[in-house]
């Protein structure tokens, strides 16, 4: 009797661990056609996990009995840098490709040396090659990169039985039904039918009834990061793609869609810490460290200029030894109110239709949410800090608020020229044609620290050295 295997997530809860279970039935070498049987009882996506768990001998017999089409769904699902579409052999890899999306299969071709995409697209259909020569014409940060020719097509100037007929003929090649695009004779877009419409409508009804001229549309020379905003305007399955001369070339779909967006949040966070590209596990060390040295030389530099900056304020610290104890309180402080501002304006800065009267309201904005944090965290500050260096410190109750009173407009002022900076830094490298994220990162982490010891130095110099005459 097959054993289920189960795994508890975080909350106790027990599931089946269908990746474990697949791993051993395929381990457990039954017959192929039994083995065939099983594996199709399990969604591809946890077959696709499973290939992780076998050797490489077991995955070869797996792609042995599976055919092609079955293969492609599966490996749909594995990480584009799995070495899984790399053991096939060259028939079964031109089935594979044959049966995927051309998105897909081209994706998979680009991590081939040029000798075996040159032989794998010759032994393709000529469609197929067609389909992916069209999606590399277009570089990788525009639209017809990223689009897909699974869609149906259908011919304005025709009936709805006409129509009718045209869709089933396309369906055994394009699943993606939902919506069918209409076109005129020399391939220009004319517009969108929704299925449903199609199906109720009465067969000797002219199709232009029923066709939505005003259907949103996208071109595929434009940069997908200016259009992920419009595109998102939209709830539909699919977006059609057309070229200069607005024939239709393709389709995005909801799931490209999806995917692009989780690239370019990858890509933001990882420019946001100063590298060029997201990292993964099997990425070299030296590449890594490649990635990050640069950006860490710069910051090393800068992290000179704070030190510089504390150092002109020695003979604060020598009088006054206690305030050293709260510096990174007020520097933590400056530098999470900094990041906050700089992930709001990075996000906002996405809108590329934003008004110079819109960036200069979202500074004002930025700077009033910073002024009434560190206006509640300072009078927090003043109170707690007070208490505790007249009890635990042992100091005088004038000596104790006077420094906590120090603090707590320390923590104002920093924050709010903290939030001032991850707002106007970004905008400032954006309107110098720079991406904002890879250059304001790192480099608004050491302009917080500068602000914030220049701001809590500064003050107790002025208050409790030049005005109250206070010292240890």
Not at 24 to 30: A, C, D, K, P, Q
Not at 177 to 197: C, N, Q
Not at 288 to 308: A, D, N, Y
Not at 390 to 413: E, R, T
Request: a negative charge; hydrophobic letters at 45%.
């Amino acid at each position: 009797m097959e054993q289920k295997k189960y795994q508890l997530t975080e909350n106790g809860a027990a599931h089946r661990d269908y990746p474990r279970e697949l791993a051993e039935i395929i381990h457990s070498r039954i017959s192929p056609p039994a083995l065939r049987e099983k594996v199709a009882d399990y969604h591809e996506n946890d077959v696709a996990a499973a290939l992780e768990l076998l050797s490489r001998e077991d995955r070869e017999r797996l792609y042995h009995i599976l055919d092609a089409e079955t293969l492609s769904n599966i490996l749909e699902y594995a990480p584009e840098d799995s070495p899984y579409f790399g053991e096939l052999s060259i028939r079964k890899k031109v089935d594979v490709l044959s049966h995927m999306e051309p998105d897909r299969a081209a994706d998979h071709l680009r991590q081939l040396n040029k000798d075996q995409r040159n032989i794998l697209l010759e032994l393709m259909d000529e469609k197929v090659r067609r389909d992916i020569t069209l999606l590399w014409s277009f570089d990788e940060d525009e639209v017809g990169s990223i689009m897909t020719t699974n869609f149906i097509r259908i011919t304005v100037g025709i009936t709805v039985r006409e129509a009718m007929r045209q869709l089933i003929d396309q369906a055994a090649e394009h699943d993606n039904v939902s919506t069918l695009y209409v076109v005129e004779k020399d391939g220009t877009f004319y517009g969108a039918i929704d299925l449903k419409d199609l199906i109720i409508a009465r067969e000797t009804d002219p199709l232009e009834n029923i066709i939505t001229t005003s259907y949103p549309y996208i071109y595929a020379q434009e940069q997908i990061e200016d259009c992920m905003e419009r595109i998102k305007d939209y709830s539909e399955d699919s977006i059609p793609v057309l070229d200069s001369d607005n024939h239709l070339l393709g389709v995005i779909t909801a799931q490209d869609f999806i995917q692009v967006v989780d690239d370019e949040m990858g890509e933001d966070y990882a420019k946001l810490a100063g590298l060029i590209a997201e990292e993964d596990l099997r990425e070299p060390v030296l590449k890594s460290t490649r990635k990050r040295l640069p950006w860490l030389i710069i910051l090393l530099g800068l992290g000179m200029v704070v030190s510089s900056a504390v150092g002109l304020f020695e003979g604060v610290v020598a009088q006054l030894t206690l305030v050293v104890c709260f510096q990174s309180l007020v520097l933590d402080m400056a530098g999470n109110v900094g990041t906050q501002s700089l992930a709001v304006t990075i996000r906002v800065l996405m809108d590329e239709h934003l008004t110079g009267r819109q960036k200069l309201s979202l500074v004002f904005r930025e700077s009033k949410v910073g002024f009434l944090n560190g206006l509640l965290l300072g009078v927090l500050s003043f109170v707690v800090i007070g208490l505790y260096i007249l009890i635990f410190k042992q100091k005088s109750p004038l000596f104790s608020f006077a420094v906590s009173a120090c603090i707590g407009m320390a923590l104002l002022l920093s924050m709010v020229l903290s939030s001032i900076a991850g707002t106007a830094v970004p905008i400032f490298f954006k309107k110098m044609k720079i991406d904002p994220a890879v250059a304001s990162g790192p480099l608004i982490t050491t302009i917080n620290d500068l602000v914030a010891v220049v701001s809590y130095y500064g003050l107790t110099w002025l208050i409790l050295l030049q005005t109250m005459h206070l010292t240890e």
